[in-house]
């Protein structure tokens, strides 16, 4: 075979070859995976800020005559006193299982006919660790147990019968689910509680509802 043959068959095997198409190329890209219309597109607990209602039943087992020169008729002081407490409280989940909020809340409370009834306005830090926590069929935790403390200061009203300026300690145990509704969650709380100056514990039930944004 002439050189001459031999370079025009070299150049159209190149050409062939070039012409060729890739075997990756050849082929059909694969087709993209098909999204299961099952599947959630969001979160089945929400976590993040949140605001919190709740309203219950508080207790005074001591209520002390602050300012007997303005109350003289309440010297003795008014003994055990109850009533309606209400609280609203806006936070964060730091994790799935901490928590921290400002809250406010005020009570009502009646004592003994001579002492009569007051009123109670605190405000401070609530910090929340939920320490046992139950999943649901599809394992997401929903029911969760936790232990809380909360302190700050509180008013009294009228001035200088139970108190003045105070300070209030509470702790206690709750629980709490996470409803099918995603943001809201509903929960129950029982707390000791603590009037430092005024010496004054107590305790306090309140039901709990809670909205995650």
């Known amino acids: 075979m002439s050189c001459h043959a031999l370079r025009h068959g070299l150049l159209l095997t190149l050409a062939l070859a070039a012409a060729a198409p890739a075997p990756g190329r050849a082929q059909d890209a694969a087709p993209a995976p098909v999204e299961d219309p099952r599947a959630p597109r969001f979160k089945e607990v929400e976590r993040g800020l949140f605001i919190g209602f ?10 002390p005559n602050h300012d007997p020169v303005k109350y003289p008729f309440a010297t003795g002081g008014g003994g055990n006193a109850q009533g309606a407490v209400i609280g609203l409280h806006v936070g964060y989940d730091v994790t799935d299982r901490l928590a921290l909020a400002l809250f406010a809340e005020g009570a009502e409370a009646k004592a003994s006919p001579s002492y009569g009834a007051f009123d109670l306005l605190a405000a401070g830090l609530d910090v929340r660790y939920a320490f046992f926590a139950s999943r649901d069929r599809n394992g997401n935790e929903r029911f969760f147990v936790y232990a809380h403390g909360r302190g700050g200061s509180l008013l009294s009203h009228p001035k200088g019968l139970f108190s003045d300026t105070d300070l209030l300690i509470a702790g206690g145990l709750g629980a709490e689910y996470f409803t099918q ?21 107590g305790f306090a039930v309140t039901p709990v509802v809670r909205y995650t944004f």
């Open 54 to 63: 709740e309203a219950g039943w508080m207790a005074l087992t001591r209520t």
């Open 181 to 201: 509704l995603r943001h809201f969650s509903v929960g129950l709380q029982v707390d000791g509680l603590y009037v430092l100056a005024a010496k004054a514990p």
